[in-house]
């Protein structure tokens, strides 16, 4: 499979004019064929025009209908595996094992959402019913539900080409809201893009939709993400990289005429708090499981973990000797992009030059292969430093030594929003557990205990997402199917007659949703 | 019933020092005692020390707890009515009945939260149990629910001194949420809001909470209020009022170190949609309720009519001029503040002045008495001139002339954010009905049928909120039980020990609360 490297504007192509750029295979260095066109002004705009043009037909469909739509690009995507294993390792540097799990997972989520939309009492409905006889006032008929905001322009990721990028978890869930998606490519894989985008538009012929109700921009600099996230029929916005990308479009979503929300997750460290009793208990396992999880996918996952905070005494030396060990062994792996390889090694550069780290582990990086790095710092250092806390993109990780179990807590107390933290313990360090939970649950979408954060489940329960800067509204999860919220407003519809309701709403309950009717939860 | 004029923080009193300003009587247009005391620098941090040391235990809570508590606040409430009656009239011109109906609706909305937290399930529990068998990979135990953002900043609304003032909404709610409130009282009725603050104080002090969890902030300019939302430690941000003010704190929390976000409610137009066969048949009878809605509370409500579109044909002139006998014969009613006095006036002036206008009625306004105006334009002038569509606050409407339907559903189509949107019909015009209705779901927070958007009842379906500018975050209510998501976020946790998690997510299920298990809702 060769892409035409032009812009999927609906059912038709961009054309040539704008900036072009090329893949790049990082484990080889060399560019990639064929040549990419950005998408020039009016094909933005006729993205854009088109999308606003799908969103009511395509918000009006039942949530029945929309989980057909969501089966049909499961299976497309699924159809397309050798496209994909042909163009994404090439482009990414990713093994063929990650990019059948990836796919897998991508059409998973897909699959998800359809079931939940296949059950439907995902939009909330709400009645409560008319009291004519109400004194001193009569109440009227009240009926609400969750609908689509509109068209959501998605930014695909460079970390996970599949599964956070053009067929991602943004784009599944904004579909299954009901709103069409104008999704611009990252530039890193343009090709694993443009297959993807090929597999959704074939869904939306295949249901019979609007063409509007998906296009895919490429992009050669920032120019064409920024006038989509500028342009008027765009409602909201999904982003996931880095904290610098996902303000510059924070900044320019709440400067619009109208501001939009922009859920951008921009990663974190990641902490881990390695208590007393577990540390003493079993230091070797622990540094196992994380330098795996340090390392998984050239730590190049938001939930990599970058700082590991333990009390000093017993087992602590063990436990940072063997993550030296582990991680030292490690060979240098291909990162996604040159520039993400740089980041990298400047990121590592600054630790190891600091007056308040200890170097443990720094391997050579070249061109775009980084070697995992570990530094030591004390916790009175990271209470000082903010720069000893902020992420490096990659597998790197500051061991921070506290002298009691006070400063472990107060470390837990200063971090800023987070993705996750991660708790090991024993039993017999509950009571410290106990009083460091309110601390994390104040600060991060997900706490776990006694595992490693990378690894994000597809499921309801799941929160991807944390204060800010973790990302940008932490009340919203970007991952598991309460991802669908983000693209969702309620509607109310007072005294209107029972055959111009949505069918959700409807006396009957045709559907046969979980509905609130008169302050409590029933399915009649 | 006299109060002190200084700043009620945690359990103290704040001291002279600051700017003052004094309450005004809008009926008689006299100063009223006492003077009140701009909260200093320091009184605002500590307010905010507080609410933050408060924060944890508070948000601790079980939501039966919280429960108690909300209970003990509108008793407190109605307790104090005989001061809410001796001070409230006085400072707002607004009549006796107007108080105790406001009074009862501040007091039952926090009874609804009370209802909903002792049911317990708005949380959103979610549980999907670990599999430790899957293949390839085992399935972690992970639980989510919702819970409490932090210390929230409420701004008092000047025009509804009690429902959505110190004790209103944005409180009920967030307090119902397990965030402490530090509220900025609106200088138009300082005494109404120190009393309001006593009651949640006592309320606080019964229950024996953290003093922190509730303070009340005066504000002689925009000083305090400012430093309010720059403080770090709120986390968000409750505001109703006017554009202008809205804006500038969206402004403010955007910029700041942590962005946090503000709910803004902003007010619209409501527009008014007469369906041809409903226009025909009975013109007088809609021109008296559209009337009685303009002239309600002098029109200074959100959800106050001020566009109402008609197509030229039978029943037209007779709709109008029964609109115009009705508005005319009004009196000039007392405004709520000079301010706004002055405001309404300069607004109808603007509007009597365009060429692209018939002025209809308009009455004398003079001081803080504002006299109901009516204006007609032709649809094409609507549609061509912004300013015809801009709130005028206070009883000021425009009556719309389309020449044909395709006209009316083209203004539907223009509007900006609305917090509602009413269409007038009979059974003959369902089908236009069913035609504009798609449009206005678009661009509203709520759609009725044959009422008035005056008169917001407080219920789980409600949904008081709108795409911007009628609100800045178009997927919140600010009022109902819904409003309480404003203030959450979900946090997952994931395998840990049942004896360290909430009791909404225990395995148990102690508080018999529906819940999201493995995707299916059970109670069990």
């Known amino acids: 499979m060769s892409g035409l490297g032009l812009s999927l504007i609906g059912a038709g192509r961009g054309e040539p004019g704008g900036p072009t750029f090329t893949g790049w295979n990082p484990a080889e260095g060399v560019a990639l064929e064929p040549r990419y066109h950005a998408a020039r002004p009016e094909e933005v705009e006729r993205a854009c025009s088109l999308a606003a043009a799908a969103a009511p037909s395509f918000a009006a469909l039942s949530s029945r209908q929309r989980a057909v739509f969501l089966e049909h690009i499961a299976e497309a995507l699924l159809a397309a595996e050798a496209d994909f294993l042909a163009v994404t390792p090439k482009e990414t540097g990713l093994p063929v094992a990650r990019i059948q799990g990836e796919l897998g997972r991508a059409a998973g989520q897909f699959r998800q959402f359809a079931k939940l939309l296949e059950e439907g009492s995902w939009v909330d409905a709400r009645i409560d019913r008319a009291m004519p006889d109400r004194k001193p006032l009569p109440r009227a008929d009240l009926r609400s539900m969750l609908r689509a905001v509109g068209p959501v322009a998605v930014f695909g990721a460079s970390n996970f080409p599949l599964a956070f990028s053009v067929a991602g978890g943004d784009t599944a869930s904004a579909l299954a809201a009901g709103c069409p998606v104008v999704a611009k490519a990252h530039p890193a894989h343009p090709a694993t893009s443009e297959r993807a985008a090929l597999a959704i538009r074939a869904a939306v012929a295949a249901c019979g939709l609007h063409e509007g109700v998906f296009s895919l ?105 063997r993550l030296v060990e582990k991680l030292g062994a490690a060979p240098a792996a291909p990162m996604l992009t040159r520039t993400i390889a740089e980041r990298f090694r400047e990121g590592v550069g600054r ?54 179990v006070a400063e472990l807590l107060r470390v837990a107390s200063q971090l800023e929003g987070q993705l996750t933290a991660t708790v090991m313990m024993d039993a017999a360090d509950e009571s410290l557990a106990a009083d460091l939970l309110p601390t994390l649950t104040d600060r991060v979408g997900r706490v776990l205990m006694n595992g490693v954060p990378t690894g994000v489940e597809v499921c309801p329960a799941m929160v991807h997402g944390g204060p800010f800067p973790a990302s940008s509204d932490g009340r919203f999860t970007a991952v598991g199917t309460g991802a669908i919220r983000r693209f969702v407003r309620p509607v109310c519809f007072q005294d209107v007659p029972d055959s111009l309701l949505p069918p959700e709403l409807r006396a009957e309950n045709p559907l046969s949703l979980w509905r609130t009717v008169d302050g409590v939860l029933k399915r009649e």
Chains 1, 2 share one sequence.
Do not use: W
């Open 217 to 321: 921009l490429f992009d050669a600099g920032t120019e064409v993400g920024a006038s989509l996230v500028r342009h008027p029929a765009i409602r909201a916005v999904g982003f996931t990289g880095s904290r610098g990308g996902g303000q510059a479009l924070m900044a320019l979503a709440a400067a619009r005429p109208v501001p939009i929300p922009v859920f951008a997750e921009m990663g974190s460290i990641n902490p881990i708090f390695i208590l007393p009793s577990a540390l003493a208990s079993r230091p070797q396992a622990m540094a196992d499981a994380l330098a795996a999880s340090i390392l998984q996918g050239a730590g190049q996952f938001c939930t990599s973990p970058g700082l590991l905070v333990a009390v000093e005494g017993p087992g602590y030396e063990a436990f940072r000797e």
């Open 351 to 404: 630790l190891a030059a600091r007056s308040d780290t200890r170097t443990c582990v720094k391997g050579e990086s070249q061109a775009a292969r980084g070697a995992a790095a570990l530094f030591e710092a004390e916790a009175t250092h990271v209470l000082a430093e903010h720069a000893l806390t902020e992420e490096v993109f990659g597998s790197c990780a500051v061991v921070t030594r506290a002298r009691d």
